[in-house]
């Protein structure tokens, strides 16, 4: 039996081949008693005990395929979610059970985790690797939260400032890390608007120029 938050932090097992073995993880609350278990079939199919069909269902968005599967498992007090790859091929809301026993059972706290004897594709365990909270002074959100991986955020600067040092899009790769520096929104002082004013006049300028010329050229050819 492994201690494992599985509502604080995510839980995360490899597979080696196209589809993937099979995989039962059995879930535990604080005393060591068991919740429910849950397994996915290399057939792609999937079982909530206490909540799904003994019937095994499709997965509702089919993985996608290669040579190593990352699987990621969450729970919430609302729903369990899988992702393959970071792709989300199950968010299973437990209010969709027809059986009571699902709100009832998965409404615990999971504190352990256990792979069933059976289990076939569990190559390794961690936890999903998450990008790190961070603050940016002088922007419209201020905070942003830790991250999952996949996820896509933009910065916006509050009036009056401009992004320096950094994109203003951050993607949280696969190890855990943005996908480039956290930028910066600075506040436009007199120096600033001096030199964006100088900037905008020089373009204007050059525009002028070129129109000039143009203009110039198109009435010689007229005479």
Known sequence: MIPWDLEGTPFQIKTGSTKGGNTYLYIYDTDGKTISWVAVMSSMKYYIEYCT???????????????????????TETAFIIRCNNVVVLNYLFTDSSKSSCV???GGDAEKIKFHKLDEASDFYRAAPECPAFTVEGSMQGEWATSPTGTIVTIECAANHIIIMGSKTLTC????????DIPQCDKIGKLTRLFLWVCLSISSFHGLTRRSKFLNASLTDST
Do not use: H, M
């Open 53 to 75: 069909p003994s019937v095994y269902p499709d997965l509702p968005v089919e993985p996608p395929v290669g040579a190593e599967n990352i699987w990621t498992f969450t729970k």
């Open 104 to 106: 009832t059972r998965w």
């Open 173 to 180: 790769q696969d190890d855990g890390s943005w996908s480039s």
